[in-house]
């Protein structure tokens, strides 16, 4: 069945207001999404995209067309009126940046065995206009995926001088999902998280060396 036949997921609330904004939100960032067959027909997968800037968890919510990609969003958002019942139907939920929060870590594993699918930057924090591969990673999304059994699909958003603006070309690279089984997870071995978290960002930066490496070749559209 094509994507086009599939019942798409996600909250009504958040089909409208992506059926409403994605038009908006294509012509005012210029977006390609790059291979997007590679998205997953069934939820229930963690997405895993290099850092860039604020905007990237609307980039990736308007490449995946079928599912509604659930975001972590810091507490003190959701004390602001209006904002906090707004950004909750879009699907994102609070967790303490100030230290470990289990509450938010056992929220996301849930989101993902329910069939949802969760977004997480393994970088933690944004890097506008740096290399990815020389920043460093934190173990959340290896320790969503691993505990809740999840494959995952790397994304990586490329943008002139790594940052997107307004009218200027971004693309967002949907690469091929990664079997849980193929991460051999042992939950009995030390630095797991960290040998997980390597193996998925290795992913994420090849996809967007790939990339840029086809456009040397090609020539990028201005």
Known sequence: MSKQKQKK??????????????????LIFRIKVVDPENEPEKGGFVVCANHTSALDPILICYAFRLHQVCFMAKKELFRIPLLSGLIRMLGAFPVDRSGNDVGAIRNAVSIVEEGRC?????????????????????????LIATRAGADVVPVYIRCKKGKPKLFRRTYVIIGERIP??????????????????????DRVCSLGEAFSENIAKEGESK
């Open 9 to 26: 997921q996600g909250s009504r609330f958040f089909r409208a207001v992506y059926t409403l904004l994605s038009g908006v939100v294509k």
């Open 118 to 142: 969760l977004g997480v930057f393994p970088q933690g924090h944004r890097y506008p206009g740096v290399d990815p591969r020389t920043t460093k990673t934190k173990n959340g999304a290896a």
């Open 180 to 201: 849980f089984e193929s991460f051999e997870y042992d939950r009995e071995a030390t630095g797991e998280y960290a040998r997980v978290t390597d193996i998925i960002f």
